[in-house]
């Protein structure tokens, strides 16, 4: 393998550039950080953020099962919460 497929084979495989694979999977990492944190103020204070962690991992979950990456973007909350209520 070469040097430069270490960065494009598998965002290749993915259909997708190395851009927008790296955009999907940063959204993603943000996505999970803020669950992560919502899930530590829940652990301190359980009034707070009651669904929020849950939330978020289902609405990933979905959003990467229909192949709707687009949704996934650094400025959604909770991407793909209307396609996650509707399938419910």
């Not at 851009?19 to 359980?46: D, I, N, T």
Request: hydrophobic residues 40%; proline residues 5%.
């Amino acid at each position: 393998m070469t040097i430069k497929g270490y960065f494009t084979d598998h965002p290749e495989s993915a259909g997708e550039t190395y851009g927008e694979h790296f955009k999907v999977a940063f959204s993603v990492s943000r996505q999970l950080f803020g669950g992560a944190v919502a899930a530590m103020v829940h652990a301190v204070f359980p009034k707070f953020h009651e669904t929020t962690a849950s939330e978020r991992i289902h609405s990933l979950a979905h959003c990467l099962e229909t192949g709707n990456r687009a949704a996934i973007t650094p400025m959604r909350k909770v991407p793909c919460r209307e396609t996650l209520n509707q399938a419910s």
